[in-house]
């Protein structure tokens, strides 16, 4: 089945403790992006990724780091996690060309940071 | 002022009625897309339109970019339509910018 997998689903941790919250998609494509979303905030991107090793920010990556290693792996790290990271994190990719194609969303990643 | 304006925020209907979303757009884009979120969480693409208008079912989404406005319309809504619909607009290649989001609630 086509789809995009984050792990964990749901995390709680503690302020400063570093974490890694994976996405994989197995539908061979270009383009990956980080999402997060927060209440009265909407959606809002992290980070994404043209293609392998090819990476930018977004509109807030402040607090995050990525990696594009490998086609399918676009990993979300967090070196010292704070509270005001606590949020729903979505990861999301699309074939080719970016955020002008049909975006695929994983399941999301719900974040509480003590 | 945001980039995107969804309206109405909250929408309440009753089941069979004709439903519009409203998304204003204040910067150029590449493409326009409508999500929905289900009461899950998980978001899934119901359209990706840079032109015209497009139909899947009972959902049509339209768009006028001289007047950089797409609307969203279900017809004969139901209560498994209920969710949050997000619009987004495209920038170039790399950038997603999203609306805030219309909660809507078909009841029977």
């Known amino acids: 089945e086509a789809q995009v997998t984050q792990n964990p689903r749901y995390l709680i941790t503690v302020t400063g403790k570093k974490l890694t919250v994976t996405c994989s998609q197995n539908?061979?494509?270009?383009?990956m992006s980080w999402y997060r979303q927060d209440p009265g905030l909407g959606l809002r991107q992290i980070y994404y990724?043209?293609?392998?090793?090819?990476?930018d920010k977004g509109d807030v990556p402040e607090g995050y780091k990525v990696s594009r290693k490998e086609k399918r792996n676009f990993p979300l790290i967090l070196e010292s996690p704070s509270p005001n990271q606590t949020s729903l994190y979505f990861c999301a990719s699309s074939p080719t060309s970016g955020s002008g194609e049909t975006q695929y969303f994983g399941p999301g990643t719900r974040l509480l940071v003590l | 002022k945001n980039e995107v304006e969804q309206s109405p925020q909250n929408l309440t209907a009753q089941e069979g009625e004709f439903i519009t979303i409203n998304c204003s757009y204040s910067?150029?884009?590449?493409?326009l897309h409508w999500l929905q979120q289900h009461p899950g969480g998980g978001i899934v693409s119901l359209f990706m339109?840079?032109?015209g208008k497009k139909k899947h079912g009972r959902l049509i989404a339209t768009i006028n970019i001289q007047e950089k406005h797409s609307s969203l319309h279900i017809t004969a809504s139901h209560p498994r339509d209920s969710a949050v619909y997000i619009c987004a607009v495209s920038q170039g290649a790399q950038k997603l910018v999203f609306g805030q989001g219309t909660r809507l609630t078909i009841n029977p």
């Open positions: 910067v150029g884009i590449s493409a």
């Open positions: 990724s043209m293609n392998v090793e090819v990476t």
């Open positions: 339109l840079s032109s």
């Open positions: 539908m061979n494509h270009e383009y």
